[in-house]
């Protein structure tokens, strides 16, 4: 059963309080500037009071969700993409604290992995009317740990190769600004790309190979639409791990177009598993969960069925 089959069985109550809102202005490189004024009176409209959470940094829109969940909030929504999404996945996750995400941002994979519009009008009117209704639909998220005790939640897809590797690099760089700069680590990644070995235990069952792409997927996609775990969905209490054997720039410069559709399954160096647990460890990689910096491998990643409760 896929998100967009939920029916009436799997709805459940949204409880007594208000909405808290936060905001990233800066997403989707500022286009959708004049949405949040439209957000804040669509939800008012659906008969909550609404908090406009204040923040200036992301450690201030942190601390300011991790607040709204212990003032009572009946409710998170977000303004903004998948970074935003995730960084209040972090204080929602597990609390029976609704969420919805409002896809403002130039990657809104969460979103459209659990069946919100891709306008965000549109997705406005999906959660206000859910509100409303007082209605919430449980999904899953995952559940990143290293051995340190240190953890976080994701709700898309965990990055552990070469696109890792590409987001570390571009993090590094202070020139170029804006999108050159994760083209020019894309190059420089290509011109070093090298097999690493990884050492995989699904479910306890040992893989291990060496490759240059390893993804840890919840809902299908990452980077803005790319399928890299096409057949994730984040109802069925699983997770799909899909990975590149060791090829070369070319054959990867092949295979990567094939991302977009999700048609790269049928590479017969690309492998595609399915497990509760997943257990990756690689010297030398820091994962990135829902495109934001997470632990550095070894992690061991856990799906955690009915972890959220969205507003659809």
């Keep these: ?14 409880a ?26 669509r939800l008012a409209a659906a008969g909550r009071p609404v908090e406009l959470l204040a923040a200036d940094t992301a450690a201030q829109a942190a601390a300011a969700c991790r607040a709204a969940v212990v003032d009572g909030a009946a409710a998170l929504v977000t303004v903004g993409g998948d970074g935003t999404v995730h960084l209040a996945l972090q204080a929602v996750a597990a609390t029976g ?12 994979d969460f979103a459209a992995g659990t069946g919100f519009p891709a306008d965000p009008i549109a997705a406005v009117e999906v959660i206000a009317a859910a509100v ?40 590094r760089m202070s020139w170029p600004r804006g999108p050159r700069r994760y083209d ?28 240059v792409l390893v993804a840890v997927g919840n809902c299908p996609s990452y980077g803005g639409g790319m399928r890299i775990c096409p057949d994730a969905d984040p109802t069925d209490g699983l997770l799909d791990v899909v ?6 720039r070319a054959t990867l410069a092949r295979i990567a177009p094939r991302v977009y559709r999700g048609t790269h399954l049928a590479h017969p160096m690309v492998h595609h598993h ?18 934001e910096r997470s632990l550095p491998l070894p992690v061991t990643v856990t799906a955690v069925p009915g972890a959220l409760r969205l507003l659809r």
């Design 243 to 248: 990975y590149a054997g060791p090829v070369g």
């Design 132 to 171: 409303a209704a007082g209605r919430t639909r449980p999904v899953d998220l995952a559940r990143s740990t290293d051995p340190d005790g240190g953890s976080r939640w994701f709700g898309a897809v965990l990055a552990a190769g070469f696109d890792a590797l590409v987001n570390e690099r571009a993090n």
């Design 97 to 108: 604290v609704a969420f919805a995400p409002v896809p403002a941002g130039t990657g809104n």
């Design 1 to 14: 059963m896929t998100v967009h089959d939920q029916g009436a069985a799997t709805e459940g109550g949204l």
């Design 184 to 211: 020019l680590a894309i190059l420089v990644e290509l011109a070093r790309l090298r097999p690493r070995y990884y050492a995989l235990r699904l479910d306890g069952v040992p893989h291990e190979f060496d490759g």
């Design 16 to 41: 007594e309080g208000h909405l808290a809102v936060l905001a990233n202005p800066g997403a989707g490189r500022g286009r959708y500037r004049g949405l949040l004024p439209v957000v804040l009176d």
């Design 274 to 291: 399915r497990a509760r647990t997943v257990e990756l460890s690689a010297e030398g990689i820091v994962g990135y969960a829902d495109g």
